[in-house]
Nanobody
Framework: VQLQASGGGLVHTGDSLTLSCAAS????????MGWFRRAPGKEREFVAA????????NYADPAKGRFTISRDGNKNTIYLLMNNLKPEDTAVYYC??????????????????????WGQGTQVTVSS
């Protein structure tokens, strides 16, 4: 499985940005996907996740109310709409795919745990 993230850039406080992540390769299973980020000098952290059908989503507290994760109809592309961006959102954003399927795996994935495949990351910089 390969993941290609795109859409990062330099924006100002209060702006919006949409990240995209396309999965290719062995994508014939019902997998969950998610977004993570790593800010300078910090550990990577969970941002948001979405189930295979798109019916279930979960967000980390910093993302709640401002970010929206969604999934394309073909299920192989996910998006992260980020509104009202703040300087503390500056980070490299990574998309990830949870390689296991089933209800327990979905729960794990929605918690930001157990991801097997990672994209290369896209830089988001928010200036004040």
């Amino acid at each position: 499985v390969q993941l290609q993230a795109s859409g990062g850039g330099l924006v100002h406080t209060g702006d919006s940005l949409t990240l995209s992540c396309a999965a290719s390769g062995r994508t014939d299973r019902a997998y969950s996907m998610g977004w993570f980020r790593r800010a300078p000098g910090k550990e990577r952290e969970f941002v948001a996740a979405i189930s295979w059908t798109g019916a279930r989503t979960n967000y980390a507290d910093p993302a709640k109310g401002r970010f929206t994760i969604s999934r394309d109809g073909n299920k192989n592309t996910i998006y992260l709409l980020m509104n009202n961006l703040k300087p503390e959102d500056t980070a490299v954003y990574y998309c990830a795919l949870h390689g296991s399927t089933g209800s327990l795996s979905t729960v794990q994935a929605l918690r930001g745990q157990g991801y097997d495949y990672w994209g290369q990351g896209t830089q988001v910089t928010v200036s004040s």
